[in-house]
């Protein structure tokens, strides 16, 4: 099946306590430091006078100019983090008398709110949104989900889900015989597999960095498939089973890429370096990754992630910003406030505004972009990145080191990959620059479809 050119050829025109004390950085908000281990108690986090939000511009930030948004809310959209690297963060679902829809992060809509529930991206990634037709009937969903289809998918902003695909699972055990192991599968039994370096890379950030592991009992299903029921007890532990600190937590995230990762213990969450150390008090709520299995309105249970060295933080019911060494680079004193690496949109009193932090930018996907491969001239318009399926009718499709057949072959992909594209070369039509996991490579557009 040929790419939809059409479609292609438009997108390619065109903490709670002060940490480390950083040269260049604002003085965060005074707080006491966290205790050295574990002890049961928290410390009292000393009262700030919190200025005016409806008048105080955030400490630290540069408004951008661009228009006030006039949402109740606007939170970072869910991602299943575990089964694929935290992607570019390029949407937000934002909520107006009540009803939730989905924006780009420069604040344009993408879908009107009408939603019930935020809206999330399923573990699938290819920006499948779930929850936008909840509470319609299967033939108004239907409906709907075909009159913003076309819109969606023209402009590279994917689709709307017609149901729940499961998602799959993949976390870190600590089993009986004090091995670290990895815990995977799809909806029923999974399997177990030893960590490689890639997978301790992928999400510690470090070929010996700590993941989060938890306890809990095997029931075996075969030979290699069992049932895993945790005991809902997390630690930072290394390959060998160390513990990187003395702490146990209730919920436990991943570092990844960034140099602190959030945990939960004694309700509030806390956030802790790679070295297991924990540089903010347990104090802050949960902003992150909405509960839809709870009765009550608009739970939240997790903490955000760091992107781009900062994190959207709550305490009081107050928000601010987390920088990499644990301090209130934004004071909790604000309505709202939302981060996607790049810039952030805080609620101040006549709605909402977006600015920026002097110097600090979303990286460029391209930066990692090897030697060996051969860079585009034609970027897509917008930051976004399009994703494709490969449509190969059961063959491999190569991928090569540049745009033509006489470029050496790096690899092979099957006709159920997803790509994402990166770019073109003016000089080469019908070939494509994509990423595939963490590998980028050129393809045949002749057998690529636009992912749905």
Not at 8 to 32: K, N, Q
Not at 163 to 185: A, C, K, M, N
């Amino acid at each position: 099946m040929k790419l939809w050119l059409c479609i292609l050829s438009a997108l390619l025109l065109a903490g709670c306590t002060a940490g480390t004390d950083v040269p260049g950085s604002v003085t965060p908000t005074a707080v006491p430091t966290p205790a050295a281990t574990e002890t049961g108690e928290t410390a009292e986090v000393a009262a700030t006078p919190a200025p005016t939000a409806d008048a105080v511009p955030p400490q630290g930030l540069v408004e951008t100019g661009a228009a006030v948004l006039d949402y109740d809310e606007i939170r970072l959209l869910r991602y299943s983090r575990e089964l694929q690297s935290y992607p570019e963060v390029e949407y937000y679902t934002m909520c107006k008398d009540g009803k939730w829809g989905l924006m780009r992060s420069d604040g344009s809509e993408v879908l009107p709110c009408r939603a019930p529930e935020p809206l999330f991206e399923c573990g699938l990634g290819n920006r499948h949104w779930h929850d936008y037709t909840n509470g319609l009937s299967w033939e108004a969903a239907d409906a709907l989900r075909k009159e913003y289809a076309r819109q969606l998918q023209a402009c590279g902003d994917g689709v709307i889900c017609d149901g729940h695909d499961g998602d799959g699972y993949l976390e870190f055990v600590y089993l009986q015989e004090h091995t670290v192991s990895i815990y995977s599968g799809s909806l029923g039994p999974g399997e177990f597999s030893a960590p490689t370096e890639d997978d301790l890379l992928r999400y510690s950030g470090s070929a010996n960095g700590p993941v989060p592991t938890c306890g809990g009992t095997i029931h075996r299903e075969s030979d290699d498939w069992y049932y895993f029921v945790s005991d809902g007890q997390y630690a930072y532990r290394y390959k060998d089973g160390t513990a990187a600190n003395d702490s146990i937590y209730t919920a436990a995230d991943f570092f990844f890429d960034a140099p602190l990762a959030p945990a939960q213990r004694d309700g509030k969450w806390v956030y802790l370096d790679t070295a297991g150390r924990e540089v903010t008090e347990p104090c802050y709520d949960s902003v992150y990754a909405p509960d839809y299995y709870t009765e009550e309105p608009l739970v939240y249970r997790r903490a955000a992630p760091l992107l781009n060295g900062y994190a959207p933080v709550s305490r009081d019911g107050k928000f601010g910003l987390l920088d990499s060494t644990g301090a209130e680079f934004v004071p909790c004193a604000y309505d709202g406030l939302v981060w996607d690496g790049g810039t952030a949109w805080v609620r101040l009193g006549d709605g909402w505004h977006e600015y920026s932090i002097p110097g600090v930018t979303k990286p460029d996907p391209l930066d990692d972009l090897p030697e060996s491969i051969v860079a585009p001239d034609t970027r897509p318009t917008r930051t976004d990145i399009v994703f494709f399926s490969v449509d190969t009718a059961g063959e491999r499709l190569n991928v090569r080191t540049g745009p033509g057949l006489e470029y050496d072959i790096l690899d092979k992909l099957s006709d159920s990959a997803q790509v994402r594209l990166y770019g073109a070369l003016s000089t080469a039509p019908g070939w494509a620059l994509v990423k595939y996991g963490r590998k980028f490579g050129w393809v045949s557009q002749d057998f690529l479809v636009l992912g749905h």
